[in-house]
């Protein structure tokens, strides 16, 4: 799977629109399908904020890096110095240190555009941005309950994935862990990787040659100027999640970061026998 973010510009409909376009592939080792187009929308226009009750149920959080803020910080100074929008980001509580949090974005029922919500829908709406964040949490929760065991796609080498018909929202799994205790990774923690806002994967720490396949999955983000490159460890019995370090004493293994070590490992691990 890749995804590539390319650099922003200016939409022709108005001077204070940004546009983000997303390119974005499935490659077989990931679920398959062809390329498709996304963009995301930055408006601080209050004239052009859709009604709060319209939008509510459309209301989710995306996770993504602390570079991701800085940078739409950046490109909302280049539309108007003067304009005090600012970008909606909570760090994730839960996980300190993992440089993640999210934001709030507009998603329509077809997810291959969404609006990030900014402080000027807040004074559009008349709400705070704790009654958004929890709406937003309600809304995906209720999405997954609603696809039940379609969340998870198992596929044949045994690595979890959250349903890419989810896209931008595959990744904020991580903030309803019961979602991710479920599943049966076979062998020791659940070691959940997330290259991008669009793909999260689900592994055991004692799965040497699954670990290997996520690290070569998530080296296929490298290019992506706000990749995640975060891995976490949700301990099921303490009901804990941090970032992933490996316990060689306990015979878990590292995911591997780089081309060489992939390469390396391919040399010496056992191949997967893939399910039927």
Known sequence: MTSQESRAGKSGESEQRFTFSVKKCESEGAVGGKPTPKSSVL?????????????????FPVLKARSW???TKGLLSQMDPNNKAGVLYSPLKNVPGSGL??????IDDQPDSLSYILTSHLEAWGTSESVLQEVAMGNLEKKFDALGH???IQSKTGIYYVNTALRS????????????????V???????VLPSSDLCMVVGSKMETRLCIVGEM?????????????????????????????????GEFSIPSTAEEVAGLKLRVQPVKRKK
């Open 150 to 152: 379609k969340l998870w």
């Open 43 to 59: 408006n601080v226009n209050q004239e052009e904020i859709e009604d709060f009750a319209a939008v509510r149920t459309k209301i």
């Open 101 to 106: 949090g999210y934001t709030l974005a507009i």
């Open 169 to 184: 929202l595959s990744a904020s799994v991580v903030l309803l862990p019961r979602f991710i205790e479920r599943l049966d």
């Open 218 to 250: 998530s080296l296929r983000y490298s290019s992506d100027p706000h990749h995640l490159n975060t891995s976490l460890r949700l301990n099921k019995a303490r009901k804990v999640m941090a970032k992933y370090t490996p316990k060689s004493f306990a």
């Open 186 to 192: 076979e062998s020791g923690d659940h070691v959940i």
């Open 69 to 71: 803020v800085d940078r």
